[in-house]
């Protein structure tokens, strides 16, 4: 719970991203630059995490943990286009391999109903498969306390300064490419990249100011 003190910082915080993030991204002339410019906020939630984890509390996560990978995970739509084009650079072999557990896990979503703790698609031999380009909520999660993420807690300890400041840059992102008509909504993971996989106009099409994605996640009707 933040003070109004805090919470003015906050909103002061997410308007000055904005302005810098949104004269930036008027820069970008095509759609490969558009996409790419979410890098920078994945750089900057990198530096305040490692920032936030020397100056403490310390996260309690470990290399091979992956507790906070078997949670309903969101990504935007610049992210969403990273991932997929970053997947098509694979080996054929292994991109088919992707898409076959991104359809599992669609399956099985279905079948839970969202109701059970699913793995991440991108989950494979606990790494994550798409580490480079894996969305900015990934990348602000951590925990201060295994134990409770071991008993599946629905409160898990953490760093109310970091989360702040890394949903700042994020939502002040998403701000500057919704002020250069482009979407930035959050959209399930792994249904949202399996359908930019099968569909290759959809990164066109979003760049035209489409909304390609409907909430789920899957491509919304031409
Ligand atoms: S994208 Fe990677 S880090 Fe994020 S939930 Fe999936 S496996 Fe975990």
Request: charge should be negative; glycine fraction near 6%; proline fraction near 6%.
């Given at each position: 719970m933040l003070t109004d003190e805090e919470r003015i910082a906050f909103h002061k915080s997410i308007?000055?991203?904005r302005h810098l993030a949104a004269?930036?991204?008027a820069q970008a002339s095509d759609v490969g630059r558009a996409i790419?410019?979410?890098a920078n906020l994945h750089r900057s939630l990198d530096s305040v995490a490692l920032h936030a984890s020397k100056i403490g509390p310390v996260p309690d996560c470990k290399l091979g943990c992956s507790y906070c990978c078997h949670i309903r995970v969101e990504a935007t739509d610049p992210e969403i286009f990273g991932i997929a084009r970053r997947i098509r650079q694979r080996p054929e072999a292994e991109v088919a391999d992707l898409i076959e557990k991104l359809r599992r896990h669609a399956t099985e979503r279905n079948v839970g109903g969202g109701a059970t703790r699913q793995s991440c698609a991108f989950l494979v031999d606990a790494r994550c498969a798409i580490y480079e380009v894996r969305p900015a909520t990934c990348r602000k999660a951590h925990s201060l306390s295994?134990?409770?993420?071991?008993?599946?807690?629905?409160?898990?300890?953490?760093?109310?300064k970091l989360l702040v400041e890394a949903d700042a840059m994020m939502a002040g992102t998403a701000e500057a490419y919704r002020d250069r008509k482009l979407q930035a909504a959050a959209h399930e993971l792994n249904a949202a990249v399996l359908a930019a996989l099968n569909d290759q106009s959809a990164?066109?099409?979003?760049?035209?100011?489409?909304?390609v994605f409907c909430c789920s996640g899957q491509l919304a009707p031409d």
């Open positions: 308007a000055g991203v004269k930036s991204l790419e410019f979410v295994v134990k409770q993420c071991e008993a599946l807690s629905p409160e898990i300890p953490q760093n109310l990164e066109a099409r979003w760049y035209n100011g489409e909304d």
